[in-house]
Nanobody
Framework: QVQLVESGGGLVQAGGSLRLSCAASGSIFSINAMGWYRQAIGKQRELVADIISGGSTNYADAVKSRFTISRDNAKNTVYLQMNRLKPEESAVYYC???????????WGQGTQVTVSS
């Protein structure tokens, strides 16, 4: 089992910044992908960004140039730096992890991000 613990959410004004963290523990061997999804009220969960073990990254078009995902392998932690936040990006942000060759996706409990206008 993999445990994911997110932190860093909160309330910020439009145009502000937040940094989310997600620390992985437990059976973390073979994790090759980690990233972030978000889900706003009444909407489907959507991919925000992810990072593969080799360092390649992928972003949703809506967040490119404003968000940056990074990974500290020594700390088994992935970060999401979010800049110039918009009110419509208020959502619960979920960290996820996947192992190479496995279909199971591990999820964190989510952290609320609220962007006020």
């Amino acid at each position: 089992q993999v445990q994911l613990v997110e932190s860093g959410g909160g309330l910020v004004q439009a145009g502000g910044s937040l940094r989310l963290s997600c620390a992985a523990s437990g059976s973390i061997f073979s994790i090759n992908a980690m990233g972030w999804y978000r889900q706003a009220i009444g909407k489907q969960r959507e991919l925000v960004a992810d990072i593969i073990s080799g360092g390649s990254t992928n972003y949703a078009d809506a967040v490119k140039s404003r968000f940056t995902i990074s990974r500290d392998n020594a700390k088994n932690t992935v970060y999401l730096q979010m800049n110039r936040l918009k009110p419509e990006e208020s959502a619960v942000y979920y960290c996820y992890a996947k192992k190479l060759g496995r279909s199971v996706t591990y999820w964190g409990q989510g952290t609320q991000v609220t962007v006020s206008s």
